[in-house]
């Protein structure tokens, strides 16, 4: 099943900018993983705010939640959630 998935930062402006950083780092990596678990399959950045669009790939809406919330930035991240259906001139 496949999600369009949208995430606005929230991370509070005074967090510290090496705790800043590592989060990061962490988002970065956890990210790799999820692109090579199949998860992950596009990620777009949104201009002008720390916003991202991306297209994730889940057996079900539990497991999209499992990884979402596996993201390092997850207390911070504001996420809209809408799965996604072929659509009829797409199918075969």
Known sequence: MEFLVRM???????TPE????ELKAGERA???ELRAEG???RLWRVPGRNATVGLYE???PARLHEA???LPMAPWLDITVEPLAT???EAG
């Open 8 to 14: 606005e930062n929230r991370l509070p402006p005074e």
């Open 18 to 21: 090496d705790e800043r950083a």
């Open 30 to 32: 956890r990210a790799a």
């Open 39 to 41: 998860v992950l399959k």
């Open 58 to 60: 889940a057996a079900d």
């Open 68 to 70: 979402l919330m596996s």
């Open 87 to 89: 659509h009829p001139q």
